[in-house]
């Protein structure tokens, strides 16, 4: 039941995150193309859909260890966060 329980939680917080980027893509299409759009919706992915995917996928179809997937995941989070700030203090708005 646990397990099962993870399973949903996982694909429900890669469902949402993927969804907020689409919204964000989708708005960066209709108007007049900024490009802090992108780059938010870039963040997004690297901090919340790149980890998740990583946690699941690289155990089951690779050989990197604990330390090696932290690292990875560690990675992703803190790239999308920086990306994300960037954004935010206004280094997407060229």
């Not at 996982?10 to 992108?38: D, W």
Request: hydrophobic share 50%; proline share 4%.
């Amino acid at each position: 039941m646990i397990a099962l329980t993870v399973v949903l939680l996982t694909l429900l917080s890669i469902s949402l995150s993927v969804g907020i980027a689409l919204v964000l893509l989708r708005g960066y299409r209709r108007g007049p193309g900024h490009p802090g759009m992108l780059y938010l919706a870039l963040g997004l992915i690297l901090l919340t859909t790149v980890p998740e995917l990583l946690r699941v996928g690289l155990p089951t179809l690779t050989g990197v260890g604990t330390v090696g997937r932290s690292v990875l995941v560690s990675g992703s989070e803190l790239t999308g966060l920086g990306v994300i700030l960037w954004v935010v203090y206004g280094g997407g708005s060229q």
